[in-house]
């Protein structure tokens, strides 16, 4: 064994004999299996004696040594939660692997109630439901692919077991308290506090037992949840229960308006029961009148309550609307005047107010005496002429504003006259009118043309194309980007781009009229050319130029040889070189360039010229060729042999050839002008 480790001695010891060719050997076990807590290397040392010969004498011994590896196993290790709750444990493996290559687990819950299949699983992280409280060990098993194992076990107490429970009041209707009790059994499950879900969004955490109360906003089925919580912050499994909560009646009706000339008041029910309808309801009136008799009775059944007030005086009228179920309650009070209503208005906007505009009027009437309430308006606000501008309200609120329009109109005089006349009504029978005269002012009209296009470059404009059409007075002012104080447009200040520009117009009345045009600001105009234009003497060429802008306008000088001098590409014809220029205008910017047109003159030379040296007709000429940079010219003798070449031609023949003279005769030439020009040719003679 290893250098630390104490000797094992066998004696005796039992052996199998094997043999090997016919040669016997001994096959010995060790009495013990070795255990070692580190993997790696080990050592074995073995001292075998012979035993003694039949004379005693002994044989000697025999010594083996070997080398064996023990193989790392992994650390088994497991959690689990929670700690103390009833019967549902979630247990996860966090074995240590020690580098090694773990194939598989066993897990025995130590419940053999829970059946043989239930008790022992090989998931990493099983979920194990104990059938009964106590305390269980669990053990956890893990190998590796070499065949080793570790195992480990905790001991895990399960609560005892609690059964959920909770009753409830009889449910009745929508805001009305409903009362929850906790019947719930604990056996050991140590209660600590109760969750409420009441199904309508709303919960409740409580540490106490006691009922507890809850109202519903309205009717509906809801299912109610409560889960118990133990001191170790636990939950069991929540119990539900569903209950249905009706609709709340609501009572609810209209006081009409009333005067002891028109005593009968018909109070409009509009009460609504659980289906959100009159349906099934039924109802109990009171009308809180001691001076009623059997003719005209102080209590009604009836869905619409009616009933005649023959006395001024203040009044409380009940009405209860019931189901089977649920029922409400609404107490309204009830003015009834001895006097007839007092009509009277104001108009809200400062007269003369402007046509096509609302104009508002402000209800002042009352019913002098009582707290009673005008029953109806009736507004004649064209009374002399439109009579359907009209408005009927019932019952309407005191002080309320009510408005018109009036027909739009413009120009001068620019007033208008209009009878407005209101009718206010207490009952049906009492009924007071007033009128009177407004004053409509004449709508202002604007008129704004377009705006052309504004280089960003130019001065600021004036915009003068907009005012107010028919001559009112008033004030106009533009408003806009790059307007100035004093109305100017300053297209540097807009930026490149299309700005809205505003022009209002308020008249002495206060009318207005407002209208908008857009103007853009481009950029100045711009004129690229390509270059000098060269053309033949006596032919025609196209001026050509790149231009940049919108809506422009051109104009060529000097107009000697062009066809036009106001389009972009005139033709021209000059009889000698021309400095042509272009100018543009466009949204108030300009730009100019100049064209040169070079005008090539044909050549010009002699057929005939005299190289004998006395200074006269010596060099054959050839006029103009100054203006074809890049001329060649060539002469050939009748065998068709260049005795005479030059480039550019600024030395002239002189009739020799190799510095020697040529004879008299005739000789062929060839000129080219420019690649692009047709050669010249003909026949010069040298004579001597």
């Known amino acids: 064994m290893d250098d630390n480790e104490i000797p094992t001695q066998q004696t005796a010891s039992a052996y199998k004999e094997i043999f090997y060719n016919g040669v016997p050997s001994y096959e010995y076990r060790f009495p013990k299996t070795p255990a070692y807590r580190q993997s790696g290397q080990h050592h074995i040392h073995i001292i075998s004696n012979y035993p003694s010969t039949l004379g005693g004498c002994e044989n000697g011994k025999q010594e083996i040594t ?70 269980y060990i669990v053990k956890l098993t893990v190998f590796n692919s070499s065949g080793c194992q570790s195992t480990v076990s905790h001991q895990i107490k399960v609560s005892a077991p609690v059964k959920p429970a909770f009753s409830t009041t009889q449910p009745g209707c929508a805001e009305e308290p409903v009362i929850f009790t906790d019947k719930s059994t604990d056996q050991g499950f140590d209660i600590a506090a109760r969750k409420w879900f009441f199904g309508d969004g709303d919960s409740l955490l409580t540490k106490m037992s006691i009922p507890i109360s809850h109202v519903y906003t309205k009717g509906g089925s809801y299912k109610v949840r409560l889960i118990l919580i133990n001191s170790q912050g636990c939950e069991a499994p929540p119990v539900s229960s569903d209950i249905m909560i009706r609709n709340k009646v609501k009572a609810l009706f209209i006081v009409p308006s009333v005067c002891t000339a028109a005593p009968n008041a018909r109070f409009i029910n509009l009460s609504i029961g659980k289906d959100y309808t009159s349906h099934n309801l039924s109802y109990e009136w009171d009308f809180g009148d001691p001076q009623a008799g059997s003719d005209n009775p102080n209590k009604s059944v009836d869905s619409y309550g009616v009933h005649n007030y023959y006395h001024e005086g203040t009044y409380t009228v009940t009405l209860v609307a019931l ?23 104001m108009m809200v906007n400062t007269s003369p107010a402007c046509a ?122 533009l408003t806009g980007d790059g307007i100035t104080e004093d109305g100017f447009f300053d297209p540097s200040a807009a930026g490149l781009g299309t700005h809205p520009i505003t022009y209002r117009f308020v008249n002495t ?30 032919q025609s060429i196209q001026l050509r130029a790149i231009y940049s802008g919108e809506n422009l306008q051109y104009h060529w000088s000097p107009s000697v040889g062009l066809d036009h001098t106001d389009i972009p590409y005139p033709i021209a014809t000059p009889s000698e070189t021309t400095d042509y220029t272009v100018s543009i205008f466009g949204a108030g910017c300009t730009d100019s360039k100049s064209v040169k047109v070079i005008v090539r003159k044909l050549p010009e030379m002699a057929n005939a010229f005299t190289p004998n040296g006395d200074g006269r007709n010596d060099y054959w000429k050839i006029g103009h060729m100054e203006d074809y940079p890049g001329n060649t010219v060539s002469i050939f003798n009748r065998y068709g042999i260049l005795i005479f070449h030059s480039a550019g031609y600024g030395v002239p023949w002189d009739g020799k050839y190799n510095s020697s003279p040529v004879p008299a005769g005739t000789y062929y030439y060839v000129i080219r002008l420019s690649p692009e020009q047709k050669s010249l040719s003909g026949y010069v003679t040298v004579l001597r």
Do not use: M
Request: charged share 20%; with cysteine.
């Open 509 to 538: 009345a206060g009318c207005e009229a407002i209208q908008t045009q857009q103007v853009s600001v481009v950029k100045p105009p711009e004129i690229k050319t390509t270059g000098d234009l060269y053309v033949q003497q006596g």
């Open 323 to 345: 189901t089977d179920d649920c029922r409400d309650t609404l107490r309204q009070k009830i003015s009834v005047s001895n006097s007839s209503p007092i009509a009277d208005f």
């Open 66 to 135: 070997g080398i064996f590896h023990v193989l790392p196993s992994p650390d088994a290790g497991f959690s689990y939660t929670p700690t103390g709750c009833y019967n549902i444990i979630r247990l996860k493996d966090i074995s240590i692997k020690n580098g090694t290559n773990v194939i598989g687990r066993i897990w025995n819950f130590g419940d053999p109630d829970s059946g043989a299949d239930a008790n022992i699983s090989r998931l990493p992280e099983p979920v194990h439901l104990f059938k009964l409280p106590g305390t």
């Open 356 to 477: 096509g505009q609302p104009v508002s009027f402000r209800d002042l009437s009352k019913i002098p005496g009582v707290e009673a309430k005008v029953s109806r308006l009736t507004w004649y606000f064209d009374a002399l002429g439109d009579r359907k501008n009209t408005l009927t309200i019932d019952n309407p609120q005191q002080d309320s504003t009510y408005q018109t329009i009036y027909p739009a109109f413009y120009g001068k005089p620019g007033l208008r006259n209009y009878t407005v006349r209101l009718l206010a009504y207490s009952g049906t029978a009492c009924v007071d009118s007033i009128s009177k005269e407004i004053t409509i002012t004449a709508l202002p009209e604007v008129f704004f043309g377009a705006i052309p296009p504004v280089c960003i470059s130019a001065v600021p404009v004036q915009i003068v194309q907009v005012g107010e059409a028919n001559g009112q007075a008033g004030l106009g002012k």
